[in-house]
C-alpha cells in the first residue's frame, strides 16, 4: 500500500507542477492585456488554461489524500493540517481560475466599460495567484517536509530543502503583500527555488524509490552490529 501511495503522490507532484506552468503561459494573453476584452481574444487558450488550473488543484488535493494514510503515523495533526492545507490551496487557485475565466465571458458580449471589471478580475488572480502558491504553499511545504524529516519518509537533504524552502516562499510573499518587495523581482524567483527543487526531488525518489525506511537513511555506523 506503501508503495502505491508513494508512486501516486510523486505522479500527482509532477502533474501539478507541469499543469501549473502550461496553464499559466496559456492564458497568459488575457492576464498581462487590459483590452483583451475588446480584441479578438484567444478564448480557446485561455480556457484550456483555466481547465490545466483545475487539474493543478485537483493534484494538490490528490498528494495530500496519497501522503496521508503514511504521514499521519508520525503525527495525526500535523498530517491532518497538510491535508487542509492542500485543501484551501485548491480552493485559492479555483477561486482564480473563475475570475479568469470570466474574461472570456466578457470579451464574447462586453464593450469598452467593461475594461475596468476585466482589471478588477485580473487583479483578483493575481491576489489568489500570490496567497494560494505563495503564503498557502510556504505552510504546506514546511509541515510537509518537517512530517518526511521526522519520519525519516526520504533521505534527508531532500526534506531540509523543503524546510528551507517553505519559508522562504511564505516571507517572500509576505514581503510582496506588506509592498516591500515586487512581485516580478528576480528575489522572488530565487525564493521559489528551494521549494521547487523540494517538490521536484521528492517526487521522483517517491516515484523510482518509494518511502525510504529508517534503515535505508541512517548513518551506516548505526547499522553496524556491536
Avoid: K
Amino acid at each position: 500500500m506503501d508503495r502505491g501511495n508513494a508512486r501516486a503522490a510523486g505522479v500527482f507532484f509532477v502533474v501539478a507542477a507541469v499543469a501549473a506552468i502550461a496553464g499559466l503561459v496559456l492564458y497568459q494573453p488575457a492576464l498581462t492585456d487590459p483590452a483583451y476584452v475588446l480584441g479578438a481574444g484567444a478564448d480557446g487558450r485561455v480556457l484550456l488554461g483555466g481547465w490545466l488550473e483545475m487539474v493543478l488543484a485537483a493534484s494538490c488535493i490528490g498528494t495530500a489524500v496519497a501522503l496521508y494514510p503514511v504521514v499521519r503515523r508520525e503525527s495525526e495533526s500535523l498530517a491532518l493540517g497538510y491535508v487542509c492545507g492542500r485543501v484551501l490551496e485548491a480552493a485559492v487557485i479555483s477561486t482564480g481560475v473563475v475570475a479568469t475565466l470570466s474574461l472570456v465571458t466578457l470579451r464574447q458580449g462586453g464593450g469598452p466599460e467593461d475594461v475596468a471589471v476585466a482589471r478588477a478580475l485580473v487583479a483578483v488572480h493575481d491576489w489568489t495567484f500570490l496567497v494560494g502558491p505563495g503564503l498557502v504553499i510556504g505552510v504546506n511545504s514546511l509541515v510537509l517536509a518537517l512530517l518526511v524529516y521526522r519520519a525519516r519518509l526520504a533521505p534527508r537533504w531532500i526534506a531540509v530543502l523543503g524546510l528551507v524552502g517553505g519559508p522562504l516562499v511564505l516571507l517572500s510573499s509576505t514581503a510582496v503583500m506588506a509592498g516591500l518587495l515586487d512581485d516580478t523581482s528576480p528575489w522572488r524567483f530565487v525564493a521559489a527555488l528551494p521549494v521547487t527543487a523540494w517538490e521536484m526531488s521528492l517526487a521522483v525518489r517517491l516515484i523510482a524509490r518509494g518511502f525510504a525506511t529508517p534503515a535505508a537513511v541512517r548513518p551506516a555506523a548505526a547499522l553496524t552490529p556491536a
